[in-house]
C-alpha cells in the first residue's frame, strides 16, 4: 500500500527534526532536541517566578511547545506523535526551570499523559520541588463518567496556559496559579468536527475511512473516530452543532472568550467562516463573544475540520488574556 | 523423568528472566503490525510501535549493564519501559514489571509459585495505577484469569510446565474475549459503543506476554 506524502525525512525521525527546527526558527526558546524538552533561552529573568510545564504528545502544533515563552510556558516536554512523553523528561524540564517558587503541571486529561506526570510529580517530590498538577478536561464529547476514562483535554489547554502563565508572571503563588487553571478549566468546554481523517507519520494510513458526504461528530484530537458519524452539512449547520454541545453543557449566557480552532487541515478561509457562524449563533442565545482567536493551535495533525472552545469570561480573566505574551504561536503586547 | 512439580522448587534464576524478555521483545517485534492496526480500530494505531521501542531499549539495558538477580531484571525492564514508551503503556507495563521485580526481591532463585506471587503483585500495582477493573477492556481482563490459572495449575500439582502453558492459553482466549466488551478506560473509552466488535490492544500485547513466559518456562534447562 502507498503511503500518505509526508514533508518528512523519515517517520522516525520527524519529532526530533521539528524540534530542530522549531530551535533553528525560534533563538528565544532553548530546545533540547535529544530529550525533547522546549524551553524559555533567557530563564534567568524568572527567578522567583512559579514555573509552568506542560507536555504531550507530538502532532498538536503548535501545542505545546509553540506556547514556551514570557507571559505562558516556562518548558513544555513533546513526546511521540500522539504518545505522552515519559516521566523523565518531564522531570527534567521542571528542574530545568523551577526558580523556587514551585512548578505547575498542566496536564491534558488523557490515560497517559495522566499517569506520567503523576510518576513526574513523585520524582520531583523526591527532589524536594513543589509541584501541583491541573488537569484540563473540556471536550463535551466524551460523557464524563465511571465508563470513560474522562473527558478529553482539548482548546482550553490554552486558555488555560495563557491566562494561568500570565498570573505566574505577575509574581502569584503556586496555589494562586494552580486555582486560576483549575477555575480556567471548570468554565470552559469545547466540541470538535472532522471531515476526514488524519494520517500518523507512522502509520502512513489515514486514521478512519468516511464516505463521500459523511463527517465524523464529537472527536478529539488524536485521529479517534467521534461519538457518531454524521451527513455533510453547510458550515451554519456544524457551527451550530458545535455550539448547541458546548452551551448545553455550561450556561454560558454573557461574557466569552472563543477559540475557533482549526484541526490542521481546515484552511483559515472556512476556519473564518465557522467563526462568522458560531458568533451569530452565540448572539442569538445571548452569549458575547470579548475576546477569539481563530486558526490552528490544539491540531491533529492533518486533519480537516474544527473545533469550538469558550471559556466565561470575567473581568480577571480577560486582563491575564490581555496581559502580554512573546512566544511562537501566540504573541502580543510584549 | 517427569516435570518439576509445583511443590518443587523450580529454580528460575535471572537467565530465565532474561529468556523471558528476550522471548516477549521477539514476540513484540513479530506482532508490531498486528497490535498497531488493533489500536488503529479503538486507540490511535501506535500501541505496537510503542511497546516495540520499550522492549528494544529494554533489551538493551540488560546487556549494557546485565542484572545480578531475577528482581533485579524485572525492575530494570520496569525502569526502561516508563522511560521510553510513553503514553499509557509506558507506565502500565513499566509498572507490571517494577512490582513484579520488587516483589521478587533479590533472591538469586524463586520458584514458580513465588514468580506468580510476584506477578500478583505487579497485577495489583497495575490496577492501582490505572484503575481498572476485568470488563473495561484492558491488559488486566488477561493478566487476571491467566494468574488465577497460573495459581490453580500450581496449587493442584500440576506440572510447572503444564501451569504456565495453561495460563498462556487462558491469556490468549481471554484476548479475544475482550472483543464484544465496550471500553470503559483509555482512549479507546472515547468510542463507547462503537468500541465494540474489536480485541483491545493492550490485552493482545498481554497474551503476548504470558505466551512468552510459558516458552521460557518450557525451554528452560533443567
Not at chain 1, 59 to 67: D, I, K, N, R, S
Not at chain 1, 118 to 141: C, F, K, P, T, Y
Not at chain 2, 46 to 68: Q, S
Amino acid at each position: 500500500m502507498s503511503s500518505m506524502k509526508k514533508l518528512i525525512n523519515s517517520p522516525e525521525s520527524v519529532v526530533s527534526d521539528a524540534l530542530a527546527g522549531l530551535a533553528a526558527a525560534h533563538p528565544g526558546l532553548t530546545v533540547d532536541v535529544e530529550r525533547r524538552i522546549v524551553r524559555r533561552a533567557a530563564h534567568a529573568s524568572t527567578a522567583g517566578k512559579v514555573a509552568l510545564v506542560s507536555g504531550g504528545g507530538s502532532g498538536h502544533e503548535p501545542l505545546h511547545a509553540g506556547f514556551v515563552g514570557p507571559g505562558m510556558l516556562d518548558a513544555a516536554c513533546a513526546g511521540e506523535v500522539f504518545t505522552s512523553p515519559v516521566p523523565d523528561q518531564m522531570l527534567a524540564a521542571a528542574q530545568a526551570v523551577d526558580a523556587g517558587a514551585g512548578v505547575l503541571f498542566l496536564v491534558k486529561n488523557y490515560t497517559g499523559d495522566v499517569l506520567n506526570f503523576q510518576m513526574a510529580a513523585e520524582l520531583l517530590e523526591d527532589e524536594g520541588i513543589e509541584s501541583r498538577s491541573v488537569l484540563i478536561n473540556d471536550d463535551v464529547a466524551v460523557e464524563d463518567s465511571l465508563y470513560t476514562a474522562g473527558r478529553r483535554g482539548t482548546g482550553a489547554t490554552l486558555f488555560a496556559e495563557k491566562i494561568a502563565g500570565a498570573l505566574a508572571e505577575r509574581g502569584a503563588d503556586l496555589a494562586a496559579v494552580a486555582g486560576v487553571a483549575e477555575r480556567v478549566n471548570a468554565t470552559s468546554r469545547s466540541f470538535g468536527i472532522a471531515l476526514g481523517p488524519c494520517t500518523t507519520p507512522a502509520a502512513g494510513q489515514p486514521s478512519f475511512q468516511l464516505g463521500e458526504d459523511e463527517i465524523e461528530v464529537g472527536i478529539g484530537i488524536h485521529g479517534e473516530p467521534g461519538r457518531r458519524r454524521a451527513p455533510m452539512a453547510p458550515a451554519a449547520e456544524l457551527a451550530g452543532l458545535a455550539v448547541e454541545a458546548v452551551c448545553a453543557d455550561l450556561d454560558f449566557t454573557g461574557d466569552a472568550i472563543a477559540l475557533v480552532n482549526g484541526m490542521g487541515a481546515s484552511p483559515l478561509l472556512e476556519l473564518y467562516v465557522v467563526y462568522n457562524e458560531v458568533q451569530a449563533a452565540l448572539k442569538s442565545r445571548g452569549v458575547s463573544i470579548v475576546r477569539n482567536l481563530v486558526g490552528n493551535y490544539v491540531t491533529s495533525l492533518d486533519m480537516p475540520g474544527f473545533s469550538v472552545t469558550l471559556c466565561r469570561a470575567d473581568a480577571d480573566l480577560v486582563d491575564l488574556w490581555d496581559a502580554p505574551v512573546n512566544t511562537p504561536a501566540l504573541r502580543w503586547g510584549a | 523423568m517427569s516435570d518439576a512439580h509445583a511443590g518443587d522448587a523450580a529454580g528460575l534464576e535471572v537467565g530465565f528472566f532474561l529468556d523471558w524478555i528476550e522471548r516477549t521483545a521477539s514476540a513484540v517485534a513479530a506482532e508490531k503490525e498486528r497490535l498497531t492496526s488493533l489500536d488503529a480500530a479503538i486507540g490511535d494505531g501506535d500501541h505496537g510501535t510503542n511497546l516495540d521501542r520499550g522492549f528494544t531499549a529494554a533489551r538493551a539495558a540488560l546487556e549494557a549493564k546485565p542484572p545480578e538477580f531475577p528482581g533485579a531484571a524485572l525492575v530494570q525492564v520496569g525502569t526502561t519501559l516508563i522511560s521510553s514508551v510513553g503514553g499509557a503503556s509506558g507506565p502500565l507495563y513499566g509498572t507490571v514489571f517494577r512490582r513484579t521485580g520488587k516483589a521478587l526481591g533479590e533472591a538469586e532463585s524463586v520458584s514458580a509459585r513465588e514468580l506468580a506471587d510476584a506477578i500478583a503483585a505487579g497485577l495489583a500495582g497495575v490496577q492501582k495505577l490505572g484503575g481498572a477493573s476485568v470488563g473495561d477492556k484492558t491488559m488486566v481482563d488477561v493478566f487476571v484469569p491467566a494468574l488465577d490459572a497460573l495459581l490453580a495449575g500450581l496449587a493442584d500439582g500440576a506440572s510447572v510446565d503444564g501451569a504456565f502453558g495453561a495460563a498462556a492459553d487462558v491469556a490468549e482466549s481471554a484476548a479475544r474475549s475482550t472483543i464484544p466488551l465496550r471500553a470503559r478506560k483509555g482512549r479507546a473509552s472515547y468510542l463507547g459503543e462503537r468500541s465494540e466488535g474489536h480485541e483491545d490492544p493492550g490485552a493482545a500485547s498481554a497474551a503476548l506476554l504470558w505466551r512468552a513466559l510459558a516458552e521460557s518456562v518450557g525451554g528452560r534447562a533443567r
